[in-house]
């Protein structure tokens, strides 16, 4: 064995008022036994981790192996598939507890989220996929259908800086649409006036006929549901960029 195990817990913690069982830990247990030769430290690890899962015990003893087990060359997804196993025979419910302990020490080891995904998980609506109608965009946005019958509702997320062109809904009659903002920051602008900030619960009613456009802030996502108002004639007229002068004024 190359390494040798020392313990002193026991002593540190409990030699004056258990003197026996301070030694029993870290002279036999921790001195002796997980210092015999027949079996290497990770696979100990791995025998103490099932054996205390087995027993029920999901304290801070169980982090401390788990923690030594990652230490001693337990992968996340060798932990993963050993819990599982373990859980068919100790019970499905102590196999949920070690397993949310186990994904905390390996923490480190995920994938980092993407910003998109950090983001997809402070809204409820999805994302989506990246807009049909991107050539009518600054920037990277995306589109996902709520609804398309009785009325179309849409999902649209703009990423930092992004921004649609200036455009109007016209309608011979009735029209327009409405924007509620679900998620991230951004604004709403009409030609000729100030922009308005959109956060989340911000709505937005934009008659027929009227130019505008909407978008992120440059420094944050953004997501509005898009519903579009019944109307006769109805049709959209896409227009020029916002300028990046315009924009950088917010």
Not at 31 to 59: C, F, H, P, Q
Not at 162 to 168: A, L, S, Y
Not at 182 to 188: D, N
Not at 222 to 248: C, K, M, P, Q
């Amino acid at each position: 064995m190359s390494e040798k195990i020392v313990q002193t817990a026991g002593r540190e913690q409990l030699g004056s008022f258990a003197p026996l069982f301070a030694h029993l830990n870290d002279d036999v247990l921790f001195g002796e036994v997980w210092n015999g030769e027949a079996i290497d430290v990770k696979t100990r690890y791995i025998v103490t981790v099932v054996s205390l899962m087995a027993s029920g015990v999901t304290d801070a003893s169980l982090t401390y192996h788990l923690q030594n087990a990652r230490d001693h060359g337990v992968t996340r997804e060798e932990i993963a598939d050993i819990v599982t196993h373990a859980a068919m025979y100790v019970g499905w419910p102590r196999g949920w507890a070690v397993l949310r302990l186990a994904k905390e020490v390996w923490r480190e080891e995920t994938p980092a989220a993407t910003e998109r995904e950090r983001y997809q998980n402070t809204i409820f609506f999805p994302i989506g996929e990246p807009n049909p109608y991107g050539q009518f965009f600054v920037g990277q946005s995306y589109l996902a259908p709520v609804s398309t019958e009785q009325v179309p509702v849409f999902h649209v997320t703009f990423e930092p800086g992004c921004r649609n062109n200036w455009h109007i809904h016209h309608a011979r009659q009735g029209g327009g649409q409405m924007l509620i903002c679900v998620g991230g920051r951004g604004y709403y602008q009409e030609w000729g006036r100030e922009p308005v900030e959109m956060t989340p619960g911000t709505v937005v009613h934009i008659p027929a006929e009227v130019k505008h456009w909407h978008g992120a802030a440059p420094e944050s996502w953004f997501s509005h549901l898009a519903i579009e108002v019944a109307g006769e004639e109805t049709g959209n007229e896409w227009l020029e960029a916002v300028s990046e002068a315009d924009y950088r004024r917010l």
